[in-house]
T-cell receptor
Framework: DAGVIQSPRHEVTEMGQEVTLRCKPI?????LFWYRQTMMRGLELLIY????????DSGMPEDRFSAKMPNASFSTLKIQPSEPRDSAVYFC???????????FGQGTRLTVV | GENVEQHPSTLSVQEGDSAVIKCTYS??????FPWYKQELGKGPQLIID?????GEKKDQRIAVTLNKTAKHFSLHITETQPEDSAVYFC?????????FGPGTRLSVLP
């Protein structure tokens, strides 16, 4: 398996634009996590899905952020409108159950100017 | 909720020496404690984990110990090598997800 695949690897956008980050989890995994990493706040869980259903989105910073998982092999994280303070590395991770090891993708480095 | 603390935030060791990173957690219900290594420009990679039914686990130069009573767990790297230089994160399970520590930047000096 190729592991967790995220796209794009880098995204630079202007403030106010919509940004969509994509994730393909490892085949057979039924839990998917979206994390944000910054120097100031470290790794923060934004939302996680179990069997394509959002379980906990309490980490989503505000209504500008939304996430979907239309099927077991694809998830998106959308920011609309984007702001400079959203600049960070966004990671997607998946695991086979919710409580065992999670495997991370390479991340998407987002820069909002 | 769960809170995971990690110390030190930075650690420099000479090649060949040992490195120890310590974490504490707050939720006594946590039972799974993974350690991740993150190299520059990459995502965190699982390097070792331990579950609450064991006190120690070893994998070559890496070992993890767990004191569930004290809610402490530690990562031990022996015979450090330059390629061990990275940021290391501890984590604890919380419900169906994980809470990560703030990370330790380890530098192994040749």
């Amino acid at each position: 398996d190729a592991g967790v695949i995220q796209s794009p690897r880098h995204e630079v956008t202007e403030m106010g634009q919509e940004v969509t980050l994509r994730c393909k989890p490892i085949s057979g995994h039924n839990s998917l996590f979206w994390y944000r990493q910054t120097m100031m706040r470290g790794l923060e869980l934004l939302i996680y899905f179990n069997n394509n259903v959002p379980i906990d989105d309490s980490g989503m910073p505000e209504d500008r952020f939304s996430a979907k998982m239309p099927n077991a092999s694809f998830s998106t994280l959308k920011i609309q409108p984007s702001e400079p303070r959203d600049s960070a590395v966004y990671f997607c991770a998946s695991s086979s159950q919710g409580r065992t090891e999670a495997f991370f993708g390479q991340g998407t480095r987002l820069t909002v100017v | 909720g769960e809170n995971v603390e990690q110390h030190p935030s930075t650690l420099s060791v000479q090649e060949g020496d040992s490195a120890v990173i310590k974490c504490t957690y707050s939720d006594s219900a946590s039972n799974y404690f993974p350690w991740y290594k993150q190299e520059l420009g990459k995502g965190p990679q699982l390097i070792i984990d331990i579950r609450s039914n064991v006190g120690e686990k070893k994998d070559q130069r890496i070992a993890v110990t767990l004191n569930k009573t004290a809610k402490h767990f530690s990562l031990h790297i022996t015979e450090t090598q330059p390629e061990d230089s990275a940021v290391y994160f501890c984590a604890a399970d919380y419900g169906q997800n994980f809470v990560f520590g703030p990370g330790t930047r380890l530098s192994v000096l040749p």
